[in-house]
């Protein structure tokens, strides 16, 4: 595999001994963070591209141009900005400051800490050879809005770790939505239950996506070189790689499409990818927006009486409640959040979810080929077509994150590992509730359908059921849907353990209901399926601690 070569510094080399450098990670994009300089007198950067994180997983083409181009991006406005820039490539970013060090002997190095485990477990250890200074990469001047520390107290003495405990304390900290009393406006916290119509005949406005410029094609000219070793299509990019397009992409939302994410925050289309979903997910991780600024702006256009309490409350929840919550959990659960597996699934991964042609599942079929397009589908699809797929097949967590975290653009370990092990394998129960499984008859409700037969004409373009070669409402023989019979035999090989579960009960007493012939019809239907898939094997190598 090649690896592209970083941009030249037409800037002079420092002098050795140069005084104050930071280091300036991937998702570091963002100069106002605690380990920059505010001006150029104050210090110089350190920007380093490497190898082994190029190499670690087959990353998808436009994650691989969208890292890239906006760090090459954040290089050349930093120095027009007039800061020196040291751009440089390296076998990994710990050998990478040891070298600049052993270089330029800088007095003091700075960075912000790592948002990755095994990135932070080496950097931490230059500190005790190294001048290096980590900056807490939460609380004031940090990505997130409060500190490692103040989310591990809070931790430390639950039972289970509930975002809907912590996601209060965000709003107050940040008083957003909340009145003079630190109470929530509307009387509750989370409308989440209003959030869950369908989107059947909606319009919905295009992404505003953005032309590549002359930075951006020389990185795609790379990444689709076959000895890169990238999958997916890259046609068609037009992610934001700059603060400019990461800040008209949350102007677009909140004029555009914040008004109907909350009704339909939950719908799936056929013939609509996005909907109403911002994808600000994307530049929030790369640091090219704040999340205070997010989520202010959205609680501005409730204020102004432009959206509903229900749509601000709801993608307010998801910015500064789920993504708070979920990268607490993972420094709280790192690094065995890894290899948990409390369902005992070990399937492989099949060969599907890299060739999404090879199922005849059309709900999951799309929501593959969305993300092999684009390296992206919205939040529904993932949770409750792919990973409740994943569940009810039994596939194997480990494997199924590796996927998620290559293959979609906003995704990186402290982000996807929680999500998916936990959230969507229920892998492990630490920060969870239940399950979240569903049969056909979830992806048909929130597709728009009927509840009898396949729906109104208009619908056939929509929903991925009235186009699929199961029937979303049979559970048993060759043309059933697989996900009802797997999801009632999920239910049934996981019987003692769900059983515990106040919220599961309900559906274990309408198993009792099935009688011994019909579970038996259940099963072998969910086995006969489960027989058809096949691992893929690709070229790639899996390395977790690259980088």
Excluded at 96 to 111: D, E, Y
């Amino acid at each position: 595999m090649s690896t592209p070569r970083p941009v030249e510094d037409a800037t002079p080399r420092p002098a050795a001994g140069a005084d104050r450098v930071t280091v300036v990670l991937p998702w570091d994009q963002d100069p106002t963070l605690a380990a920059f300089p505010k001006t150029p007198a104050e210090g110089q950067l350190l920007v380093l591209e490497t190898r082994a994180k190029v190499h670690a997983l087959p990353w998808h083409r436009q994650k691989l141009t969208l890292i890239v181009s906006s760090v090459r991006h954040f290089v050349e406005e930093r120095r027009a900005a007039g800061f020196h820039v040291e751009h440089r490539l390296a076998d990994d970013y710990a050998s990478g400051v040891r070298a600049f060090a052993a270089w330029a002997k800088p007095k003091a190095l700075h960075a912000m800490a790592p948002k990755e485990w095994a990135i932070d477990a080496r950097l931490r250890a230059l500190t005790t050879s190294l001048p290096l200074t980590l900056h807490d990469d939460g609380g004031p001047g940090g990505h997130f809005l409060t500190s490692r520390a103040f989310f591990l107290d809070w931790a430390k003495d639950r039972r289970a770790l509930r975002m809907d405990q912590f996601y209060p304390l965000m709003r107050q900290q940040l008083g957003l939505l909340v009145d003079g009393r630190g109470k929530p406006v509307g009387g509750k916290w989370s409308f989440d239950a209003e959030n869950r119509a369908h989107a059947r005949g909606v319009k919905v406005p295009p992404v505003p996506w953005f032309s590549p410029d002359a930075l951006t094609q020389k990185v795609m000219r790379w990444v689709a070189r076959d000895d890169v070793g990238a999958w997916g299509r890259l046609d068609g990019f037009g992610w934001p790689v700059t603060r400019a397009q990461a800040l008209a992409w949350l102007k677009h939302f909140v004029e555009a499409r914040l008004a109907d994410f909350g009704p339909y925050e939950d719908a799936i289309r056929s013939d609509e990818r996005f909907l109403f979903h911002s994808l600000l997910s994307v530049p929030l991780n790369l640091g090219l927006l704040r999340p205070d600024e997010v989520a202010r702006a959205a609680a501005e256009k409730y204020q102004k009486g432009h959206v509903s309490l229900a749509s601000a409350e709801g993608f307010i929840r998801q910015v500064i409640g789920w993504r708070e919550f979920i990268r607490g959990v993972y420094w709280w659960l790192m690094p065995g959040l890894r290899t948990v597996n409390g369902l005992g699934a070990t399937l492989p991964l099949p060969d599907f979810f890299w060739e999404p042609e090879r199922t005849t599942l059309q709900c999951v079929r799309e929501a593959v080929e969305a993300v092999r397009d684009t390296g992206y589908t919205h939040h529904i699809q993932r949770l409750m077509v792919l990973c409740n797929y994943a569940t009810l097949a039994g596939l194997e967590p480990r494997a199924v994150s590796h996927w998620f975290w290559a293959a979609f653009v906003d995704a990186y370990e402290w982000v996807e590992l929680p999500n998916v092990v936990g959230m969507g394998l229920h892998a492990t129960d630490a920060f969870t509730t239940k399950p979240y499984v569903a049969s056909a008859a979830y992806v048909k409700r929130q597709s728009g359908l009927s509840a009898k037969g396949r729906g109104p004409a208009a619908a056939r373009e929509e929903a991925p059921c009235a186009r699929c070669a199961y029937d979303p409402d049979q559970r048993v023989g060759p043309t059933a849907c697989p996900l009802n019979a797997m999801y009632w035999d999920f239910l049934a090989r996981h019987r003692a353990r769900l059983s515990k579960n106040l919220r599961m009960r309900q559906l274990l007493s309408t198993l009792d209901r099935f009688g011994e012939a019909h579970l038996h019809q259940v099963q072998e239907t969910a086995a006969a399926h489960r027989a058809t898939l096949r691992p893929l094997t690709p070229p790639w190598r899996f390395h977790e601690d690259a980088g």
